[in-house]
């Protein structure tokens, strides 16, 4: 059974945007985003809770929002400015637990199939 489901991944040139979208079949009391290029070990990205409590990593704080339009089911992760080194897989993920909700593997149960960002120079 899918939970989460990305959309919104594709290819963009350095200074672009993009809007990633998950939407969740079953209630989280926190969702977040998480990144994996090639080779690399997955990082979190961004997390917000459905109070509307949010983090973002600082390696993108500035250039990276997350909203969510219905608390606890759906969530936008919004990518500007992007960058080559952007260029990942990006998976949205959610936990039905509360508590603080952080962009850490291990917060999240449920976790979508990805979606590809593919920044060019």
């Known amino acids: 059974q899918v939970q989460l489901v990305e959309s919104g991944g594709g290819s963009v040139q350095a200074g672009g945007s993009l809007n990633l979208s998950c939407v969740g079949s079953?209630?989280?009391?926190?969702m977040g985003w998480f990144r994996q290029a090639p080779g690399k070990e997955r990082e979190g990205v961004a997390a917000?809770?459905?109070?509307?409590?949010?983090r973002v990593v600082e390696s993108v704080k500035g250039r990276f929002t997350i909203s969510q339009d219905n608390a606890g089911f759906t969530q936008t992760l919004h990518l500007n400015m992007l960058k080559p080194e952007d260029t990942a897989t990006y998976y949205c993920?959610?936990?039905?637990?509360?508590?603080?909700?952080?962009?850490?593997?291990?917060?999240?149960?449920?976790w979508g199939q990805g979606t590809q960002v593919t920044v060019s120079s």
């Open positions: 079953l209630y989280n009391y926190c």
């Open positions: 917000m809770d459905v109070r509307g409590n949010s």
């Open positions: 993920a959610g936990s039905p637990s509360t508590g603080v909700c952080s962009p850490t593997p291990g917060r999240f149960s449920r």
